[in-house]
């Protein structure tokens, strides 16, 4: 095309303009997420609560619409979909427990009753002895016994009961005195100081796992921002920045693959 002047180049400029402008990038290939998504189980139920909950996080941490330059952004949301299912930890089999329980009660309920049977009977077998060697006694025995000898028992007795209403008091008081001292904890014993952050470690439970990366996941696309101490163990290279590389990082950890130093 040969141009005469400017009155032609100005249009073929325009146009080259409008033409870039109206480039669209491709969208991102979203294949891997939903797969990873299928691939949660349909009954959690039999799943901890814990680990079922680190997979709920990851799929609602999937952002959708963003373009091909954020691929390798996409590609980390479906391997967290990925870890967090492979993570899945089944509830404990309560089935032993219980038939512990119930053989522990049958044990329990034979030995009571029979401890019972027993104590009933020898209750009886004394009782009835009692009635018998009672009832052998002779009216001749009750009547031999004077008025005086009955008067002086009647004050030797009253005389020689001690004083036991202050000894009973004294030992009250004193016992309650050191139950209630003993009773109170030790607030000296009590810990000053919080346990220092394990690096990787963002919801400080103590463990690093695919909760953390589902958590730097949703800062890094602005779902759930994290706090300033969050960040701080979020920024696994020490870059000052909170992105894909750290999340890259803590999944090689988790997956045993690069420790995190």
């Known amino acids: 095309m040969t141009y005469h002047g400017q009155e032609d180049i100005d249009p073929a400029s325009e146009a080259l303009t409008a033409a870039v402008e109206g480039?669209?990038?491709?969208?991102?290939?979203?294949?891997?997420?939903?797969?990873?998504?299928?691939?949660?189980?349909?009954?959690?139920s039999v799943y901890t609560d814990e680990s079922v909950k680190?997979?709920?996080?990851?799929?609602?941490?999937?952002?959708?619409?963003?373009?091909?330059?954020?691929q390798s952004e996409v590609n980390a949301m479906a391997k967290a979909i990925n870890d967090a299912v492979a993570a899945l930890e089944k509830k404990p089999d309560d089935s032993s427990s219980?038939?512990?329980?119930?053989?522990?009660?049958k044990t329990d309920d034979s030995s009571s009753s029979k401890t019972d049977d027993d104590s009933s009977s020898k209750t009886d077998d004394s009782s009835s002895k009692t009635d018998d060697s009672s009832s052998s006694k002779t009216d001749d025995d009750s009547s031999s016994k004077t008025d005086d000898d009955s008067s002086s028992k009647t004050d030797d007795d009253s005389?020689?009961?001690?004083?036991?209403?202050?000894?009973k008091t004294d030992d009250d008081s004193s016992s309650k005195t050191d139950d209630d001292s003993s009773s109170k904890p030790d607030d000296s014993s009590k810990?000053?100081?919080?346990?220092?952050?394990?690096?990787?470690?963002?919801?400080?439970?103590?463990?690093?796992?695919v909760t953390d990366i589902?958590?730097?996941?949703?800062?890094?696309?602005?779902?759930?921002?994290?706090?300033?101490?969050?960040?701080?163990?979020?920024?696994?290279?020490?870059?000052?920045?909170?992105?894909?590389t750290d999340i890259s990082l803590l999944a090689a950890h988790v997956k045993g693959i690069k420790p995190l130093k």
């Open 159 to 167: 005389s020689s009961k001690p004083d036991d209403s202050s000894s």
């Open 98 to 105: 219980k038939t512990d329980d119930d053989s522990s009660s």
């Open 214 to 244: 589902v958590k730097i996941a949703a800062h890094v696309k602005g779902v759930k921002p994290l706090s300033e101490e969050e960040r701080a163990e979020a920024d696994l290279n020490g870059d000052g920045k909170v992105n894909v």
């Open 54 to 70: 680190a997979v709920t996080d990851a799929v609602n941490a999937v952002v959708r619409d963003l373009d091909i330059t954020k």
């Open 23 to 44: 480039l669209k990038l491709k969208a991102a290939d979203y294949t891997a997420v939903d797969k990873a998504i299928a691939a949660v189980p349909k009954d959690t």
């Open 191 to 209: 810990p000053d100081d919080k346990p220092a952050r394990t690096k990787g470690d963002i919801d400080n439970n103590g463990k690093v796992n």
